[in-house]
């Protein structure tokens, strides 16, 4: 069974930064566009950003600008640089592997507190 498994987050003082990870299969990180979403208790998981096989990018208008995720395609990892986070960037990230004719695999989660 494919798994994602992301590292980096934590306890974060607001304007601080810090560096999301996720890694997966070789096989499924070619073909796959690969995503971050965040969810706050009671609500759904909203789109942070994703990145296309050919790396091509999209990002929610709120974090535009401070946010920026990339791909190392040696590594099968995907990446979330966070800058400038604020309070309200506070919620569990998730990694999301889409690809065609695959399942689409989530990670575990893993959590970014930005409070001072």
């Known amino acids: 069974q494919v798994q994602l498994v992301e590292s980096g987050g934590g306890l974060v003082q607001p304007g601080g930064s810090l560096r999301l990870s996720c890694t997966t299969s070789?096989?499924?990180?070619?073909?796959?566009?690969m995503g971050w979403y965040r969810q706050t208790p009671g609500k759904q998981p909203e789109l942070v950003a994703t990145?296309?096989?050919?790396?091509?990018?999209n990002y929610a208008d709120s974090i535009k600008g401070r946010f920026t995720i990339s791909r190392d395609n040696a590594k099968s990892t995907v990446y979330l640089e966070m800058n400038s986070l604020k309070p309200e960037d506070t919620a569990v990230y998730h990694c999301?592997?889409?690809?065609?004719?695959?399942?689409?695999?989530w990670g575990q989660g893993i959590l970014v507190n930005v409070s001072s």
């Open positions: 070789r096989n499924l990180f070619s073909i796959a566009t």
């Open positions: 999301k592997a889409e690809a065609r004719f695959r399942p689409v695999v």
């Open positions: 990145i296309t096989s050919g790396g091509s990018t």
